[in-house]
């Protein structure tokens, strides 16, 4: 248990979606250890936006299903706009 642990406070993620309002959140922000704590509200408002962060080493492949259209992920960054 304690590996895993280890494991997710080095974690990279990084936020593929769209610049957000005021400066909350700008695309390509890379996050050790998880989820931006900060953002818990609009998570709680916005769930897709947790969808559009993904691990550094998925990142080529995450911005191609960005660009297809009908993926899931084109659908949260698209759904990620308009917050």
Known sequence: MA???QKSASEKLIYIGPNLSR???L???VFIGG???H???EFDEFPQLEKLFVS???LNRALEEVQQTGTPLNKY???A???
């Open 81 to 83: 706009m308009e917050v």
């Open 23 to 25: 400066g909350r959140l």
């Open 3 to 5: 590996i895993k642990n």
């Open 39 to 41: 953002l818990d509200a």
């Open 35 to 37: 989820l931006p704590k």
């Open 56 to 58: 550094v080493e998925q």
């Open 77 to 79: 960054y698209k759904q």
């Open 27 to 29: 695309q390509y922000q």
